[in-house]
């Protein structure tokens, strides 16, 4: 299932298989490269918002659990709030072209400690080609890191140049790895146009700050455009 969307407005409200269900949870997908900090990023999400928001978080990983043990041993939700999905196969097969355990996954959670206000969906570390599906996500958050390259902007590909935000992490490591921030921040301007990218150290006191920011945003654009 696949929904027309731009970047300027949310697709159409719908659900899998909750008829007369009125509202639902805004969905934010989680992609990227493995090892560029997006399950570091759910973390840091969950343990920032947690106090103002009912979340939930999907992880996919292709042969393990791994991601969602992470956030289960750091405590970041209650267990009962973290589901983990099993592709099989390379990642985007499950966020984009076959999203059938993803949506059952979203729904459980929805209606085993619903109702929600933030779904958050991590896909499995993939390349720059991946995204999510619009039937899944209604806004995706594709995360890279610094020790990548700088050249990673300027290389493209659907993740760069289409999500809703790009998340340039790790910065702290920049001096170390004989990487140009500024140059980083160009290159992503000149693929993204007015699309925002935000640069992060999750290391760093408050690190996540600029995405939860990010996030608050669109719950609010979410929550105004509700029926």
């Known amino acids: 299932m696949h929904l027309d969307h731009d970047h300027h407005t949310f697709p159409e409200r719908h659900t899998w298989s909750a008829p007369g269900r009125r509202d639902r949870a805004l969905r934010i997908g989680l992609g990227g490269p493995v090892g560029s900090g997006k399950t570091a990023t759910v973390a840091a999400l969950c343990r920032s918002l947690r106090e103002e928001l009912s979340i939930a978080v999907v992880t996919n990983d292709i042969y393990t659990r791994e991601d969602a043990e992470f956030l289960l041993r750091n405590a970041v939700l ?30 459980e959670l929805e209606d085993g400690v619903g109702p929600l206000d933030l779904v958050l969906v991590e896909s499995g570390g993939d390349n720059l080609t991946a995204t999510f599906s619009r039937g899944l996500v209604d806004a995706q ?10 050249d990673i902007p300027r290389k493209g590909g659907p993740g760069i140049t289409t999500a809703d935000l790009l998340v340039v992490n790790k910065t702290d490591l920049a001096p170390h790895v004989g990487v140009d921030l500024a140059g980083m921040a160009r290159d992503a301007k000149a693929q993204r146009g007015d699309l925002p990218v935000a ?14 920011t990010w996030v608050r945003e669109r719950l609010a654009e979410w929550r105004a455009t509700a029926r």
Do not use: M, W, Y
Not at 85 to 106: K, Q, Y
Not at 141 to 150: C, E, R, S
């Open 78 to 107: 209650p267990a009962e709030r973290i589901t983990a999905v099993e592709t099989g196969a390379c990642p985007h097969t499950a966020i984009r072209d076959d999203i059938s355990a993803n949506l059952e996954a979203v729904e």
């Open 141 to 150: 958050i594709f995360v890279i890191d610094v020790a990548g390259g700088d």
């Open 199 to 212: 640069f992060t150290s999750l290391t760093a006191e408050d690190g996540i700050a600029p995405v939860r």
